[in-house]
Structures are given as C-alpha cells and as structure tokens.
DNA sequence: TAGATTGTTAATCGATTAACAATC
DNA sequence: TAGATTGTTAATCGATTAACAATC
C-alpha cells in the first residue's frame, strides 16, 4: 500500500487515523476541497508535514486545487485497511470486554464481534447484544471452525500473555491488547497495546509538570 | 521535575510509564537491581537510550552497579506524580464511563473516582461500585463543592467539546478524553486523548501490511 | 585492584520543515 | 493567463545510538 513497497514510518502510520478523522468531520459538514494549509490549521499539523504524509502513498492532490475532501478519505480508508471487514473476538469478559461488545461504533468500519470468552461461569452462557459469552476452554474449538481476524485481549495481566500464545497458535493475526504488559508474538502477528494506564500516566506527569 | 528546567521530549515522557510497568514487575519477582543492558534486553529499546532517558530527571543509577529497582521505581512514580493522590470525575456513564468506573485498579496508584455524570435519566441515581451517578446539570454544582482534579470525557463525539468547556470553565485543569474528537482546550489545561479508533486502525493498517 | 556500568559527549540517523519547480 | 497549491528536493532540527571517560 506504501507508494513503491518503501518504508513508511511509525510517526506517519499514527497520524494516518487523525486524518481519516478530521476527513470524515469535513465530509459530513459538506466540504468538498480541502487544501493542506487548511487542514493543518485545523489539525495543528504543518502542511508540509500533511503533504509529505499523504506522499508517502501516493499523490491524491491536484495542484492549484487542493485535494477533494471524500476521494481523500475513501484513499485513507484503504490505506487503513478499512476497505474490508474483520472478524472479532473478545477475549476476556470483565469491564472492558463488556463496553466494547456494548460499543456499536466498530461495526461502522467493519469490525464485527463474533464472540466474547471468560472463564467466569456467572457469564458464560449469556450474551451482550446478540454476542455470546463462552468458555474459555472452547476458544480452540471456536478457532478452528470460525474465520477470525482480530482478538481483543481484555483479560487481567497476568493472564494475557498465555491468552496471547493460544490465540496465535491457533492462527490469528491480530491482537488488539487492553492488559497492562506488551504481549509477545511471533513474526508474522500484529500486536496493537493500547495501555490504558500509560496514558493516564502521562496526563498525571503533565499535570504535577504545569503545577511546578 | 527535569534535571533543571529544561525541556523533556514527548518520546521521553511517553516511555516513562513503561518503565514504570516493567520496574514494578522486576520488583514484584524480587529483583533488586537492574542494569540498562538488562532492562533493555528485556523492553526491547537500547541500553543508551534507556540511560539517557533516565538522565533527563537525574542521575538515579550507579557506576559498576546499575540501578537499585525499587529506589529507581519510586523516582519514576514521583516523576509520573503517582506520589499523590488525585480526585477524579466521569462524564458520560455509558459503556466505557462504567467500565472505567468498575475498574479498581486505578485507586492503587491514587486516581479516586468521586462521581459519574449523565443525562440519561434510567442512569441517573444509581451507582457503581458506591460511585453516584448524577444529573449532567448539576456539573457546576459538584464542581464548586468538591475539589477535583481530573475529569474524564466518556461522552459521544457530539457532546464531548461542550462537556470540556463546562470542565474547564470550572476549574478542571486535566481531561483523560475518550471521545474520537480532540478536545480543545484553554492554556494551563492539559488533555489527554485516548482514541481508541485510532489504535484499532493502526492495527487494521498492519494487517493489511502484513498481507501484502 | 579489576571489572562493570553509569553519565555524558560526540556521531549518526531519521523526521520535520522550508523552499520551489511543476502544473492544474 | 495568473494564481494557487501540490509533489518533491534540500536544509534543518531533534532524537537515537555509539563511544568512552568517570567512578563505584
């Protein structure tokens, strides 16, 4: 996807969801064309930096227009990997598990959740929105007879590296990770961490920072 | 809290937590001393950058020694202002503001949850884990009475730049936002935005990456 | 003391910014 | 055409890495 199969860093890869974001505020609001200057404004970028961005993939603009506000977005869409669907399974039922099985937002870009698991005998057997709750002992069984793309990992600490290591070893590709360490794949697997804490963290830093 | 006053990058301070995180574990396995050879074998990030990191704040390590675990742990804890205790509110009690709400684990670093605030009238009245949720009217009114530290923003997208004027407006001088906007906020008010979309496509990016 | 490992300076690398020719 | 704005190259800046003297 990467404009010849050249290298494209980590910096540009996270901002790529911001733009996709601000793209789809412009769209709604019925902008058609948007030039990079404008967008960096908005956004708090440097135009510069939104050209080179977008460069690294193609060039989507036109001189002396700008670039057309929906046709970007439809380009960053693919760029994302928005353009498909994805198959979900939630692994780990408790507070975060649940309120993102609740959340409907996902569907929107094609993530589908297709199960939840816990080891909690009080939630196995129910379900949240129409999406089962099962025991975790029939993660293998469900692996092998349904075609799953993407497993959250929203399990306690000390459980997620082993969840991780039977997710993979059943053939999926992609974690998105919720527990407070950096869970292990192999090569060829994806690990998205998202650490929640880490965050908070920064804030508290930032914070006890402005009070000096 | 840097060395002298200078200037700590955001790369730095971003890293801070994970050490945070690792440290914790090291300490918890009974380690007492670590050296930035062995720190960085385990975290994956060079032995100099992790020294340089650690030099932005101070020399917290010793020649022919390393650093003592648990002393260089609670330096990063002060670093992070965890050495305090912080009052904190929930705007927006649906999936991920309850979520947050039932979640203890925050409480073990200081982050106490005062109070969930809602405008939906099934929610409002009820409370979660002994935590009130109330009417999103009567904002200003807690605000004035209860000194708090931090606000999150669990609100829909719409909904979530108003809410932040009303915070800050109020006196609130940090915001853990999860809504997929970024809060704008006034000087001397820092915002933390999680996007946890934009995590996702990261994700969804890589993958389609890794199939290329 | 000898060995180990930090703290720090210098070198390198990569990302950002600036500039401008190309062109719509 | 003239004006605007991209795509891209070159310059700058900052972060990372390497190296090593200081020192425990």
Redesign the pocket.
């Known amino acids: 996807m990467a404009?010849n199969g050249s290298?494209v860093?980590?910096?540009?890869i996270r901002?790529m969801p911001k733009y996709y974001r601000y793209l789809e505020d412009l769209e709604k609001t019925g902008v058609e064309r948007?030039?990079?200057?404008?967008?960096s404004q908005r956004m708090g970028?440097?135009?510069?930096?939104?050209?080179?961005?977008?460069?690294c993939f193609?060039?989507?603009?036109?001189?002396?227009?700008?670039?057309n506000v929906s046709d970007l977005k439809k380009e960053i869409m693919k760029i994302l990997g928005l353009d498909r669907t994805y198959n979900v399974i939630i692994v780990g039922a408790g507070n975060i598990g649940q309120a993102l099985a609740n959340y409907t937002g996902f569907e929107k870009e094609g993530f589908f959740i297709k199960a939840l698991f816990d080891i909690n005998p009080k939630l196995i057997g129910i379900s949240i929105r129409d999406i089962m709750i099962y025991d975790l002992d029939s993660l293998e069984d469900f692996l092998a007879k349904n075609p799953i793309d993407i497993a959250v990992i929203s399990t306690p600490k000390d459980k997620a590296q082993e969840v991780a290591d039977r997710l993979t070893r059943n053939g999926i590709k992609g974690i998105w990770n919720f527990a407070a360490i950096d869970v292990a794949v192999p090569r060829g697997v994806i690990a998205e961490n998202v650490h929640l804490s880490d965050s908070l963290y920064t804030l508290s830093y930032r914070i006890r920072e402005s009070l000096e």
Do not use: C, M, P, W
């Open positions: 404009r290298y860093s980590e910096a540009v901002r948007v030039s990079s200057k404008e967008l970028l440097t135009a510069s930096k939104i050209r080179q961005d977008f460069n193609g060039g989507f603009g036109q001189q002396g227009y700008g670039y």
